[in-house]
């Protein structure tokens, strides 16, 4: 076993935790959702990781990613997401992890459905249509909030809007489905550096200001999310449905002045 200096989130878990398991993870073409899909893949799933962008799926078709395949899903929509999960029996995760952020522009009308459309319907929608492959199994759902589930940002009001819906989507599933078995969290990462974030970490001030009002003076890496997921999603989580699991290095909790 590796020693705490050196150990990662996944190898925190027994190898074989998820073997035989299937996990689907949307937004998996990228960033938090390739990390999950990733995480969940080492660990022994066979894993479906879905995205709409043709040419990353087309580079990870031929990158050869162990235990996942990759498909197009166009979550906006309730028939590709309905004939998408009729072909699965059976399935042991669903992770929700598709979302998108579109800065000033999101004041636009259209632009505001839209980002609400990917970053809160979308989840309904996969997970209505997975109900009855999740019941089969007992299965575990994982929605993606965010900071800005209990925070503003004018320059985002429907992500905004829309993670904050997330949280209430995720308590009201839960105790919608908890009696068929089915378990229902969220996790609403910090700051994180992707590509999303990168216009924040990419600037020195931008950069500072996050880190130094985290309680461990570092932004968040795409790693350090998996193993929060990886845990809801394992027997270890049996009794937790329903809540929310800030992954923030202590952001929300840090003093802003």
């Not at 969220?186 to 880190?211: F, L, Q, R």
């Not at 193993?227 to 009794?239: D, Q």
Request: some cysteine; proline content about 5%.
């Amino acid at each position: 076993m590796a020693d705490a200096g050196t150990m990662t989130p996944i190898s925190a878990f027994r190898p074989d935790l998820f073997a035989g398991r299937t996990v689907v993870v949307s937004g998996a073409t990228s960033g938090i959702g390739l990390d999950i899909a990733r995480g969940f893949a080492r660990l022994g799933a066979n894993v479906t990781g879905t995205g709409s962008s043709a040419q990353k799926l087309a580079e990870l078709a031929g990158s050869g990613e162990p235990g996942i395949a990759f498909e197009a899903l166009d979550v906006r929509s309730k028939e590709a997401i309905t004939a998408f999960a009729s072909r699965f029996e059976t399935i042991d995760v669903l992770v929700n992890a598709a979302g998108i952020a579109r800065p000033v522009a999101e004041w636009d009308d259209e632009t505001f459905l839209d980002v609400i459309d990917v970053n809160l319907v979308s989840q309904f929608r996969l997970a209505s249509a997975f109900r009855p492959a999740l019941e089969a199994t007992g299965g575990a759902v994982v929605n993606f909030a965010s900071m800005l589930s209990y925070l503003a940002d004018t320059a985002v009001p429907a992500y905004a809007a829309s993670k904050t819906g997330v949280l209430g989507l995720t308590r009201t599933l839960a105790h919608a489905w908890g009696p068929q078995g089915i378990r229902v969290n969220a996790v609403a990462p910090g700051y994180h550096k992707t590509d999303m974030t990168k216009p924040i970490w990419s600037n020195p001030d931008g950069e500072k200001a996050v880190s130094v009002r985290t309680a461990l003076k570092r932004w968040g890496t795409t790693e350090d999310l998996v193993g929060a997921v990886l845990f809801l999603c394992s027997p270890a989580a049996t009794y937790i449905t329903g809540t929310c699991l800030d992954i923030d290095g202590g952001f929300l909790s840090g003093n802003p002045l």
